[in-house]
């Protein structure tokens, strides 16, 4: 079954250090998201790409990147980790194609910046 | 750019009873409304959308309706049963963006 996996899923680390997230669907979606969850804030939108070589920034991009080199995999970095980034990060992808729009997430990983 | 406010940011009742939920939109561009549920520790999984072009849709106990021209959308539970407790998003999508912009989200309890 087509399905979107995160790693690592639980990850501390220490301020000033660069973090990568990692992000791999099966489902051949076009769309991939970068979403953190914080509470009060609900989802908020990181990045988001739209295809290979394409990366756009959302509504909360200071201090994160992501590269797009093949349609599964939109890893997300921190370039130095800050205790502000410490939340729940989430991957998303959906269909870029016909009516279907619905975005299917990963399970998520919780990141601690001490 | 697209901006969802969702209210209330908590809601308990009682099991059996009706819960509703609510959220506004601020982009008249915007043509597709999901509803995820957020189980603890789970991720969002999508329980109900509805489109521009179509004022209510119903799924068992869950129903949303949706009124384009106040540009405000609401999840209607009826019945509610324990295993409806979670935190729900509502989300907007703005025609040619593909992106979702999600509301803050609400933590319902189900109080048996």
């Known amino acids: 079954d087509a399905e979107i996996t995160q790693s690592p899923r639980h990850k501390i680390t220490e301020t000033g250090r660069q973090v990568t997230l990692a992000c791999h669907q099966t489902?051949?979606?076009?769309?991939m998201f970068w979403y953190r969850q914080d509470l009060g804030h609900g989802l908020r939108l990181i990045h988001y790409s739209y295809g290979v070589q394409d990366t756009n920034k959302g509504e909360v991009s200071d201090g994160y990147s992501v590269s797009r080199s093949n349609t599964e995999d939109l890893p997300l970095t921190l370039e130095s980790a800050a205790s502000s980034q410490t939340s729940v990060y989430f991957c998303a992808s959906s269909d870029s194609t016909g009516w279907n729009t619905e975005a299917f997430f990963g399970q998520g990983t919780r990141l601690t910046v001490v | 750019g697209e901006n969802v406010e969702q209210h209330p940011s908590t809601l308990s009742v009682q099991e059996g009873d009706s819960a509703v939920i609510k959220c506004t939109y601020s982009?008249?561009?915007?043509?597709?409304f999901p509803w995820y549920k957020q189980e603890l520790g789970k991720r969002p999984q999508l329980i109900i959308d509805i489109r521009s072009n179509v004022g209510e849709k119903k799924d068992q106990r869950i129903a949303v309706t949706l009124n384009k021209t106040a540009k405000h959308f609401s999840l209607h539970i009826t019945e509610t049963q324990p295993e409806d407790s979670a935190v729900y998003f509502c989300a907007a999508l703005l025609q040619g963006a593909q992106k979702l912009v999600f509301g803050q989200g609400t933590r319902l309890t189900i109080n048996p």
């Open positions: 489902w051949n979606h076009n769309n």
């Open positions: 982009d008249s561009a915007s043509n597709y």
